[in-house]
């Protein structure tokens, strides 16, 4: 990624590449014809370790977190995208207002609670067993099927213009799946998705921000 030398709109990125949600970020900055106005700092969390040089501009010690030319702060990923959408314009990843809008940002925090499970998912199934709450195992793989089923039955599509904030999000929630869960053949149970997910894989801004699992 460039470095961007002028003196407007430059920001800096607190950015990890396996990162899920710095990757929404970024395939939305990607979309919109904004990744050379970004620098990014690759910062490393854990939720087990708070990263004390990242908490002055994120007390949660979270990422992504965005810092503005003029030193404010902008936390999450969703509010990270929205901003980028205004700066491109407004209203090319998420609708400026009537029912559109409010159906677009629904759909959007459903695939990002998605993703938040899948996180936490995993963190349960890494703990040794004797550690694990059956319960919460359970619970988790219920509300991720539920979810896959619903996003299942959704008229999905790519279209011609930038991705959408919620095909964005489901697009990394898919590809997180692939990273992380290789047990879940899960293309085999929800066929629409594969092929959505096969089509949004293709994008530029997927192939720019694509997570090789080589671990």
Request: hydrophobic share 40%.
């Amino acid at each position: 990624y460039r470095q961007f030398s002028g003196r407007s709109l430059m920001m800096t990125l607190h950015w990890s590449p396996r990162s899920p949600f710095v990757r929404k970020v970024m395939i939305a900055a990607h979309e919109l014809g904004l990744v050379d106005r970004l620098e990014l700092r690759r910062t490393v969390v854990q939720m087990s370790s708070p990263n004390t040089d990242l908490m002055p501009d994120n007390p949660l010690s979270k990422i992504p977190t965005l810092i503005l030319e003029d030193g404010g702060v902008l936390i999450d990923s969703g509010v990270i995208c929205e901003y980028f959408d205004a700066l491109a314009g407004g209203n090319r990843i998420i609708p400026a207002s009537g029912t559109d809008r409010w159906a677009e940002l629904s759909r959007h925090a459903l695939a990002t609670g998605f993703l938040d499970i899948l996180i936490l998912w995993r963190n349960e199934r890494n703990k040794p067993a004797h550690a694990q709450t059956a319960d919460w195992l359970t619970s988790f793989e219920a509300k991720s099927v539920a979810t896959m089923q619903r996003f299942e039955k959704s008229a999905l599509t790519t279209g011609d213009g930038p991705l959408s904030l919620s095909a964005i999000a489901l697009g990394c929630a898919l590809s997180y799946l692939d990273f992380r869960y290789e047990d879940w053949n899960w293309r085999s149970d929800y066929p629409a998705l594969a092929a959505w997910h096969q089509s949004f894989s293709k994008r530029p801004s997927a192939i720019a921000t694509e997570v090789v699992n080589d671990s």
